[in-house]
């Protein structure tokens, strides 16, 4: 059974950083790709974006694109997101997920696995 851990949410001023984690417990030689997600109350999940684990790329939503940078530690079985310049509006819970192979990446359908969510909140 695949466990995902987000440790690295708080809270922020308008124009801080965070540094998400995401553990990810069971390791596989097969394609899959790690995503970031994020709901606020009221609001579908939404991609923020995402990384080939065994295979190159990387994806961003448009309203992010800039200023998170995704990356991953194959050693540690970590994926990370670094965020930069927070906005009020970068607000929500953000979530860690897993899905086999590398199509509908922004599609949080097609993720098979999820984290429990940690809250980011910006202050403006």
Same mark, same amino acid.
């Given at each position: 059974?695949?466990?995902?851990?987000?440790?690295?949410?708080?809270?922020?001023?308008?124009?801080?950083?965070?540094?998400?984690?995401?553990?990810?417990?069971?390791?596989?030689?097969? *394609?899959?790709?790690?995503?970031?997600?994020?709901?606020?109350?009221?609001?579908?999940?939404?991609?923020?974006?995402?990384?080939?684990?065994?295979?190159?790329?990387?994806?961003?939503?448009?309203?992010?694109?800039?200023?998170?940078?995704?990356?991953?530690?194959?050693?540690?079985? *970590?994926?990370?997101?670094?965020?930069?310049?927070?906005?009020?509006?970068?607000?929500?819970?953000?979530?860690?997920?897993?899905?086999?192979?590398?199509?509908?990446?922004?599609?949080?359908?097609?993720?098979?696995?999820?984290?429990?969510?940690?809250?980011?909140?910006?202050?403006?």
């Amino acid at each position: 059974q695949v466990q995902l851990v987000e440790t690295g949410g708080g809270l922020v001023q308008a124009g801080g950083s965070l540094r998400l984690s995401c553990a990810v417990s069971l390791r596989t030689s097969s *394609t899959y790709t790690m995503g970031w997600f994020r709901q606020t109350p009221g609001k579908e999940r939404e991609f923020v974006a995402a990384i080939g684990w065994n295979y190159g790329g990387t994806w961003y939503a448009d309203s992010v694109k800039g200023r998170f940078t995704i990356s991953r530690d194959n050693a540690k079985n *970590t994926v990370y997101l670094q965020m930069n310049s927070l906005k009020p509006e970068d607000t929500g819970v953000y979530y860690c997920a897993r899905k086999a192979g590398s199509v509908n990446i922004r599609e949080r359908q097609s993720y098979s696995y999820w984290g429990q969510g940690t809250q980011v909140t910006v202050s403006s």
